[in-house]
């Protein structure tokens, strides 16, 4: 289901009836998990944002703290057997929210950051390291402002044999998206446009999130650069083995957004890790607490999300924690932090799966 559906309300209303009440998206909503009413399970906001855009409830704190503790994990959508787009129908009311200007000061920031600087975190300072080459890279704002490992990642495709493209870019509008800013969102994607060659080649993408809207919004061919990794893995040599216990968190754009759950674990095993796997793995893994821009919204909530996921890694018996997704490494990395001093318990290592395979290849 494409974000652009349910801009109008009969769309909406029959998704809505699609919905039979059964409740078992509830089991699998990381914030009905958490706050365990009804209003907070995929279920209960599919019908509070019908009731807002229908014109049958008014809007308050609670209503609205509903929409937007959403992590967007489209968990529910996969659970759902009457295959109801919740999360869809979140963004429909995120954005009408948005119209009627209920915009909290972080959101308005970040909006007005993508609008100055082209990047979310509002640094004129941050670009990408400009290269020749014939395969269009798109760095993305969540690496932007990492220029090391950029670099790193960059170098490590030339000693794989890529000849990467990198150009002057600016955020693909994701972020803005998943918060309602419909028309912030629109300029942006003119604005990327015009800088960023969308034509035939594929594109490689560092950023799950970046991939998916690449895909569903500009109808751009791309991939992952796990895709491209597991496509070469046998030519990936490995000089220092990861020889640790770890477990892998799904990013959800990247698992259950874009199916790509093997080709990481495929390459954990080929730098020689031991993977164990935690109770919610591949599509059913947990969000990490970090999605659907709740972090300019409930950073408590995201917090308890992301220490229940470290403590899910925890009972694995890992010595590590290994994501693909740069949203998620931060995220887990405060999570591991939060529960490590409520424990006592050195905190669990948060590592990148990139990072991990840079180390490796030197
Ligand atoms: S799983 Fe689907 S049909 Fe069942 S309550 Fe949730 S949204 Fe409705
Ligand atoms: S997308 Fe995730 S957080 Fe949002 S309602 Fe569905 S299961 Fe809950």
Same mark, same amino acid.
């Given at each position: ?169 600016? /955020? $693909? =509008?994701?972020?803005?998206? @998943? #918060?309602?800013? +419909? *028309? &912030? ?7 990327? !446009? ?92 947990? /969000? $990490? =607490?970090?999605?659907?821009? @709740? #972090?300019?919204? +409930? *950073? &408590? ?7 229940? !996921? ?53």
């Amino acid at each position: 289901m494409r974000f652009s559906e349910f801009h109008d309300i009969e769309a909406l209303e029959s998704e809505l009836y699609t919905c039979t009440m059964c409740g078992f998206c509830k089991q699998v909503c990381p914030v009905f998990v958490d706050e365990g009413w009804d209003t907070a399970a995929p279920r209960g906001r599919m019908t509070l944002a019908y009731g807002l855009l229908s014109g049958q409830l008014d809007v308050d704190d609670s209503v609205l703290d509903r929409l937007y503790q959403c992590t967007q994990c489209h968990d529910c959508a996969r659970k759902c057997p009457s295959r109801a787009a919740c999360p869809d129908v979140v963004l429909a009311g995120r954005r009408e929210m948005v119209n009627r200007g209920h915009i909290t000061t972080r959101q308005a920031t970040l909006v007005d950051n993508v609008h100055r600087t082209g990047n979310i975190f509002g640094d004129p300072e941050a670009g990408v390291p400009s290269r020749q080459g014939t395969l269009p890279v798109f760095i993305g704002c969540q690496y932007i402002s990492r220029p090391n490992s950029v670099k790193k990642i960059i170098r490590l495709l030339e000693t794989l044999g890529v000849d990467p493209l990198v150009m002057d870019e600016s /955020c $693909c =509008g994701f972020p803005l998206r @998943i #918060l309602g800013f +419909d *028309e &912030a969102e629109k300029e942006q994607q003119l604005r990327l !446009r015009e800088q960023f060659p969308m034509d035939d080649r594929e594109i490689l993408t560092l950023c799950p999130s970046c991939l998916k809207q690449l895909r569903e919004v500009y109808g751009q061919s791309s991939m992952h650069i796990l895709q491209m990794l597991d496509r070469t893995l046998d030519t990936i040599p490995v000089m220092t083995p990861v020889q640790t216990r770890v477990t892998y968190h799904d990013p959800c754009d990247l698992s259950r957004g874009a199916g790509i759950m093997d080709e990481p674990r495929r390459l954990l095993a080929h730098m020689g890790a031991d993977i164990v796997e935690m109770k919610h793995h591949h599509d059913t893994s947990r /969000c $990490c =607490g970090g999605g659907g821009g @709740i #972090l300019t919204w +409930d *950073e &408590a909530l995201s917090l308890r999300m992301s220490v229940s !996921r470290i403590e899910e890694a925890r009972r694995t018996g890992a010595e590590m924690l290994v994501t693909a997704c740069p949203t998620c490494e931060q995220n887990l990395k405060r999570g591991a932090q939060a529960e490590a001093e409520a424990s006592g318990h050195p905190a669990m290592p948060v590592r990148h799966i990139m990072d991990l395979l840079i180390r490796a290849v030197r």
